[in-house]
């Protein structure tokens, strides 16, 4: 089917829905003059009128609002990214964010971490929850495979954890750090006035004057990169760089990477690695 320059969402759309098994929805198959559902299949998926999703298809009506591309969305199952064309198409920008808790990484991901061998590196969610690990990271950091899910948040980690505080040798520069990105992380994922947040903030009040204190002061920081000073009872103090990343594919998703700041740390981290058992 040409595709209407004129009118990219309708073409968009039509597209769609004409990729769709009418069965697999409760519709009749029987004959139809073209594959997929019916547009007015499509609006009673969607709850809109009929006459207005045939509009849309042919350019007229005006510009639909975000509840009803959401409906549509829903309507032909589109996923994440579907969606957001969608939004670019008849509204020229992306939807608002949607926080969605994140479980874990895929094996490939994983297998991404573990191909870098000597350096630590971790996957965190928007809510700062370490989903991923390669083995330097917990060698170095924290081995996460030892704590329960909800223990792997890194700020219950540095303001519950005597040990953690202890490995960190400028806890208060990088607790200011790890607290302003993770209130623009929230902020970016959509998940400020979340239920997850609002519990996770009252409990870290409840457990740390000094977290109460740094979310009051409401600064917010870029992750970018930066140092990281490491006190090992093995390896000493080690410094190391820190550089953030995102997740192609996974907005909700950011990666960390540490790696040695100079020779002297990266032989130490070595030899820690190499000496330390699976």
Known sequence: MASDVSNPLGTYLRDRRTRLDPAAFGFAGG???????????????????????????QGRGGAPSADVLD???????????EREHIYMLGLGRPPEARYQPVEGITPRLQRVLDGMVLSPAIIKTAMWDVVGWNRAAAVLLTDYAKLPREGRNILRLMFGSDHVRARNADFDSI????????????????????????????????????????????????????????????AGLLAMEFSSFAVEGRPELGMIIYNPASPDDAERLRVLLNGAGD
């Open 31 to 57: 004959r139809r003059r073209t594959p997929g559902l019916r547009r007015e299949e499509v609006a009673s998926r969607a709850n809109i009128s009929p006459t207005w999703y045939t509009w849309l298809e």
């Open 71 to 81: 409906r549509i969305a829903r309507g032909l199952m589109l996923t994440e990214p």
């Open 175 to 234: 607790a200011r750090f790890v607290v302003g990105a993770f209130r623009a992380d929230v902020a970016r994922a959509g998940a400020s006035t979340s239920v997850e947040v609002t519990k996770l903030v009252a409990e870290l009040s409840r457990l740390s004057p000094e977290f109460a204190a740094m979310w009051e002061d409401n600064d917010v920081v870029a992750h970018g990169d930066g140092v990281k000073r490491i006190h090992h009872p093995d």
